[in-house]
Each structure stands twice: as structure tokens, then as C-alpha cells.
């Protein structure tokens, strides 16, 4: 018996890589690491340094918007309700919402207090907020009562 051979019927190794399954393996991890990669950079410890700047001049009537230790607000010397933030500040700065706001907070008060504070002042218009500190004091001394109102400064 004659057998007749096809060349069709050798089996062939396949000569093109199939880079489908490849390129979806890499679209997942680069998805991957564009999620995790802000992530990461957040729990950085940080020993930020203090800053040597002169501060900025005080304006003749600057607004002091005061978070105190007990999570409530004062506009000046005058305590305020948060729901009526947005109304006192216009009236205080008669109006301009381009007056810059000095911000101050008691050391006790959390971030998440201070940020909500921020929100509302968004919020109400008030873009220029400057935060400010006791200027040359190291950390974790007392500030004297006759030199707190004469040493704030903003940033």
C-alpha cells in the first residue's frame, strides 16, 4: 500500500507570539500602580524643617477667624456660630471676598476640624486664608500672655 503525504499534515510549530494575553497582564498592573502609587506616599514619616522667613506685614485691620480648643469659632473677639460664618465674614470684611483671612487654631484642635473650617470659608467665597503661629518659639514652650497677641504671624 502507497501512501501519499501531504505536506499540510506535518504539524508546525507556530512562528507568531500571541502578545494578547501579554499587553492585558500589563494594562492590570499599570492600573495597579497608578492606584497605589499616591497611596504610598502618604504614610511618609516627615521631619518637616521650621521656616526661617520673615513674616508678612499685618495689615491696618486684618480679620482673625479663631478655632478654639472646644471646636467652636470666633470672629475676632466675638464667638460665632458655624452656621453663620458665612454671614458674619461679610460683614467684617464689608463685603470683599478677596481680603485675605488670618486663620488661628488652638494646637488641640484636630485636622479634620481645621479642614472643615477651611471648607466653609471656600464655601462662603474667602479664597486668601493665612494660617498663623507663634514666631519664634521652640517647640513645646509656653507662650507668655503679653507676647501671644504681639508675635502672631501668618504664613
Do not use: C
Request: hydrophobic share 40%.
Amino acid at each position: 500500500m502507497l501512501r501519499i503525504r501531504h505536506t499540510d499534515e506535518n504539524p508546525h510549530e507556530a512562528s507568531e507570539i500571541n502578545v494578547t494575553p501579554f499587553i492585558d497582564v500589563m494594562l492590570v498592573l499599570l492600573v495597579i500602580f497608578m492606584v497605589t502609587a499616591p497611596l504610598t506616599t502618604v504614610n511618609v514619616p516627615v521631619d518637616l524643617p521650621s521656616s526661617s522667613e520673615k513674616p508678612a506685614p499685618r495689615p491696618d485691620d486684618p480679620v482673625f477667624l479663631t478655632v478654639k480648643a472646644d471646636h467652636s469659632l470666633a470672629l475676632g473677639e466675638e464667638t460665632i456660630a458655624t452656621e453663620t460664618l458665612a454671614t458674619a465674614l461679610n460683614s467684617a470684611t464689608k463685603g470683599n471676598k478677596e481680603q485675605r483671612i488670618f486663620l488661628r487654631a488652638d494646637k488641640t484642635v484636630d485636622y479634620g476640624t481645621l479642614m472643615s473650617v477651611m471648607d466653609k470659608l471656600r464655601t462662603a467665597g474667602f479664597l486668601k486664608v493665612a494660617l498663623v503661629n507663634l514666631q519664634g518659639q521652640e517647640e513645646g514652650q509656653e507662650a507668655h500672655p503679653a507676647q501671644s497677641g504681639s508675635t502672631d504671624t501668618a504664613r
